[in-house]
Structures are given as structure tokens and as C-alpha cells.
């Protein structure tokens, strides 16, 4: 009965595991109707996006999304694709289908944060990176001569 007891235990913290969102990854944690979901703006996610928005890069779409101005079809469609990202193989109708016991907010909030994980809110670095200078070493250790 313990190594039952033990494998069940694993199990449940396998489990844990897998429903909590990593961050570095780009993860988001979103409580629907005592439901944990895990949202993810994957390459894929990224690419069905600009298809259903009718955009032709990246930057279009972070345009779109940075004018704060998005309708309930905008988020349900944001939503749908963030879920499957996540690794949630939900339909369209099924993500539409989902409680709103709290409101609007939770969902909305979590769709921001995770936009600024994806997309970034601050100050941009340069891409592709600005060529460093061949004269300046970059080693920690100068250069010596013999």
C-alpha cells in the first residue's frame, strides 16, 4: 500500500508540474472555473495568429495588440490560440465555451501579461544586434605580448 501511496504521490506532483507555467518559457497561468490553464504564445501560436488577423509579420502584429483596443473576438481568437500553445487541444467552440465566473478581467489580464512576455514592454534590443567593433576584445583576459 505505500508504493501505492508513493506512486500516486509522484503522479500528483508530475502533474503539479506539468499545470504550472514557466515563465522563461513564456508561460501564463490563467483560473477559469476552478481550472488551471496554461497560456503560451508558441512560433505556431504566433503564425496562426498573424493568419487570423490578417497580418504579414511580427511587428504588424504587435502593432495590433499595442493599441489596447481589442473586441471579445479579438480575445476569444487571442485565448484559443494562447490555450492550444499552452498545450490545451481545445476547439474554437470549446474556448468560447469556457466560465466567466469572475468576469472579463482575469482572462484580459493574463492575455496582457502575456503579450508583454511575448512581445516585451520596455525598451527593445536591436535585431539582428549591432556588429561589435573587431578592435575591442571581448575576452575577459587582455591580450598579452611575448
Known sequence: MAGTSLAMTEGNLQTERQSMPNRRRGEVALQLGGTCYTLCLTLGALAELEDAFGVQDLNALA??????????????TLLGVALRGGGHAMSDVEVASLPLHEGIEPVAAALADLLIMTFGGGETSPNPPQPQDASVSQSPYPRTMR
Open 63 to 76: 502593432e495590433r495588440f499595442g493599441t489596447g483596443h481589442l473586441s471579445s473576438r479579438d480575445l476569444l
